[in-house]
């Protein structure tokens, strides 16, 4: 018999883990999810000249103009985009946390470290993603709008995270050259494009991993609020 897990459970590992390896990425400095790579270029233009333009605060932003986009595409403008708003300042706030955290963790010197930090965060933020698709409480920005253009298309939610990625690394080159031109095009990093090629798949494979191990159950009945 499968295991239960409470998807306000899967919510709050979601939320953590992705927080968690978004900073350890960042700090590792092998490049980004592409995801969050334009949020991360505009807090490294940003941040010199209004400190208080943090990575978090910066996701607000970014985050805030994808539901706009998601709300035209869909044609409609869910509730549960506001929510998501409010899953993005939570996730903002974690993220500003753990990058102070992992400031203390000497990656400059060690390549090993780096490595080992890279990929616990790619991991780490794949479990958060993975999670987050499991739960009806409003995911971030960036899960709900790959879930909700599969729900209205009919798409498998790995291929739409998969296109998604891909449009995302692009965004990312086309902002870095223009806010750093081409002698800083390194920002990007190798890790950027492992991101892009492999976090579908792999969120794909964990995925269908929990499900063969745990049955995803509701605690509460809030469901039908959030859904609308």
């Not at 902002?175 to 494009?193: D, H, R, Y």
């Amino acid at each position: 018999m499968k295991k239960t897990f409470y998807t306000e459970i899967a919510y709050l590992v979601g939320i953590i883990a992705l927080s968690f390896g978004t900073a350890l990425m960042a700090k590792a400095d092998f490049g980004m999810a592409m995801i969050v790579a334009p949020a991360y270029l505009l807090h490294l233009k940003i941040s010199p000249y209004l400190p208080f333009f943090s990575f978090g605060v910066a996701e607000y932003c970014m985050q805030a103009l994808l539901l706009i986009i998601l709300a035209i595409t869909v044609r409609k403008f869910k509730r549960l985009f506001l929510l998501s708003f409010v899953t993005t300042v939570i996730y903002g706030l974690l993220l500003d946390l753990f990058m102070w955290v992992t400031g203390f963790i000497p990656f400059a010197t060690n390549i090993w470290v780096r490595i080992a930090c890279f990929a616990f965060g790619f991991v780490s933020c794949v479990m958060g993603i993975v999670f987050f698709f499991k739960t009806y409480l409003p995911p971030e920005a960036y899960e709900l709008f790959v879930k909700e253009i599969s729900l209205k298309y009919g798409f498998a939610i790995y291929k739409v995270k998969t296109v998604y990625d891909f449009s995302s690394l692009i965004i990312s080159v086309l902002l870095s050259i223009l806010l750093f031109g081409f002698n800083e095009f390194g920002i990007i990093g190798w890790g950027t494009l492992f991101c892009a090629l492999f976090y579908g798949v792999t969120i794909g494979k964990m995925s269908k991993a929990l499900d063969s191990i745990y049955e995803f159950k509701d605690l509460f009945s809030f469901r039908s609020f959030f859904e609308k």
